[in-house]
């Protein structure tokens, strides 16, 4: 079997952020033509902190389909390892061969970012110049990236779980963005008050976000809690924010932020006002004022790797 193999760096070095945002768009694009669909993906537990995932999905308008597999294992960073290690294989429609396999670790740390990205242009307001990352991990790396593509950004806050994390996390982005303030915070709170645009992205199993620190006019951008277990935002929060989903299943399904504030009773079904494809197309409108609050609720799809993973096997 004759195949294609990417590797990290391989895959670091021709997928940038700014191409990654319009393949981005293209997925919720073909959501919105209904040239795309989505299937759940199954998580196996594996130990505590550790899930292993399976990501499937078939994608017409590249003629290829494909799956994600991947281990969130929490506890690596003692071992010096990054906490998500996988590879994405893509295969044909035609004959079903596979056309190769590309290192998972780095497009799922590229892509999430980059739908968030997609998400903040068209949810948070235009003029937002301050961003909070609850989190200073590898995401929060890539919500720099990301964010500062689509807004003018001048100031960051950063609280981590440890200030001596979020002072690491400054201090090692100053250089990389000089025309940007970046405050390490050591209560949560200070690093949100005055956020326009909050990225939570912590695996945390209990809120680190809530509602009462949010100003108006914020959007959220909730990647970190990918599974009905994990929270990240509390449920005052929730219920006062405008939601948006990637998928209305992953999040029913999924999404313990919205799942938990659903089994208190503090929401129902309504509560999901749309999904990135509807926002995309026009078909809802996000933001209707610079007062309302926005939140993205983000799981990660499998065709949002299968289709950077195609794209980067063409290359
Ligand atoms: N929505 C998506 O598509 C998507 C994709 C990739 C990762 N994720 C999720 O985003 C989160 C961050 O991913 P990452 O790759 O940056 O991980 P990472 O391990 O590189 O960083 C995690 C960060 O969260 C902090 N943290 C750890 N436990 C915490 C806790 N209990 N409370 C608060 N903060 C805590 C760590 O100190 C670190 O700053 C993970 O939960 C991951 O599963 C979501």
Not at 69 to 83: C, D, E
Not at 115 to 131: H, I, Q, W
Not at 250 to 257: L, M, Q, V, Y
Request: proline share 3%; charged share 25%.
């Amino acid at each position: 079997m004759d195949f294609k193999f990417l590797t990290e760096q391989q895959v670091n070095s021709m997928l940038d952020m700014k191409t990654c945002i319009g393949l981005m768009k293209n997925v919720f694009t073909a959501f919105a033509e209904g040239k795309m669909e989505n299937k759940l993906r199954s998580l196996f537990p594996v130990d505590r902190g550790k899930v292993f995932g399976i990501m499937p999905a078939v994608i017409p308008t590249e003629d290829v389909c494909g799956a994600k597999l991947i281990t969130a294992f929490h506890t690596n960073h003692a071992k010096g390892l990054p906490s998500h290690l996988g590879i994405v294989a893509v295969f044909s429609n035609d004959d079903g061969q596979l056309q190769g396999i590309c290192d998972g670790t780095s497009i799922t740390a590229i892509r999430t970012a980059a739908v968030s990205a997609v998400a903040t242009e068209l949810m948070a307001k235009k003029d937002c110049s301050t961003m909070c990352l609850i989190g200073g991990g590898v995401q929060a790396d890539m919500h720099m990236k990301a964010i500062t593509l689509v807004r003018d950004i001048k100031k960051v806050t950063v609280w981590c779980p440890t200030l001596a994390e979020s002072e690491r996390f400054c201090a090692r982005h100053r250089e990389q963005y000089p025309g940007i303030e970046f405050i390490p915070c050591e209560k949560c709170e200070d690093a949100v008050k005055d956020a326009d645009i909050i990225n939570t992205v912590t695996p945390s199993a209990v809120p680190v976000l809530f509602g009462k620190w949010v100003k108006k006019g914020a959007h959220i951008n909730a990647v970190g809690a990918c599974g009905k277990a994990n929270r990240e935002l509390d449920t005052e929060c929730v219920v006062k924010g405008r939601l948006f989903c990637d998928n209305y299943d992953s999040c029913r399904n999924e999404a313990g932020d919205f799942i938990f504030p659903l089994d208190e009773g503090a929401v129902t079904q309504d509560h999901i006002l749309g999904d990135l494809a509807e926002v995309i197309s026009g078909k809802v409108i996000a933001r209707n004022s610079d007062e309302e609050i926005t939140i993205f609720e983000s799981q990660g799809l499998a065709c949002e790797d299968v289709v950077c993973a195609a794209w980067l096997l063409k290359q």
